[in-house]
């Protein structure tokens, strides 16, 4: 992000932490608010200068920790995921990865994906649509309730092909 976010925002990271410097915002809600209502900054570009300012992007080291904890034993799966994460960070430059203790979800405005290893052969992806039919690879929701409308499962890479690529990107658009 940091790499187009003079092109995407006007600004580098050093000229965004001399326009923040001054504010005394203590809250990380407040550096998002300000830099998303005030500066016009997009919510995944808002959040990416909110923790660089406060030093808070350890979040990013703890987040490749939360990755490596959940394909621990499970490492087969991992080149699906960077293929998955990859094509999610394609869609949109605002896509926010937010890794957690379970799974890995992807957002713009809202939430729009989730990947999940859900055993140790096995990806499931979580899809949020406003309105998509369950048909063929493209289930219901499954263990992901309400959080997202589909899912599909992974056990290879070769089933991330253009079919689902383009799942993705839908629901991408719909979340932005």
């Known amino acids: 992000m940091e790499q187009n976010l003079k092109e995407k925002t006007g600004k580098n990271l050093a000229e965004w932490k001399s326009v923040l410097a001054p504010k005394g915002f203590e809250k990380h809600g407040e550096f998002m608010g300000f830099l998303k209502n005030e500066c016009g900054v997009s919510h995944g570009y808002a959040n990416f200068i909110a923790h660089k300012f406060r030093e808070s992007d350890a979040a990013s080291h703890d987040a490749t920790a939360l990755i490596e904890a959940q394909y621990q034993g499970k490492e087969s799966l991992r080149p699906i995921f960077e293929k998955l994460k990859s094509a999610m960070l394609e869609r949109a430059p605002d896509v926010e990865v937010v890794p957690k203790k ?75």
């Open 102 to 176: 379970t799974a890995v979800s992807f957002r713009r405005k809202r939430q729009f994906a989730l990947a999940k290893p859900a055993t140790k052969s096995r990806i499931d992806l979580g899809l949020k649509f406003n309105d998509r039919p369950v048909a063929g690879r493209l289930e219901a929701s499954g263990p992901f309730g309400t959080m997202c409308t589909h899912r599909v499962q992974l056990t290879a890479i070769e089933q991330i092909d253009d079919e689902l690529i383009s799942w993705i990107g839908d629901a991408c658009r719909e979340a932005g």
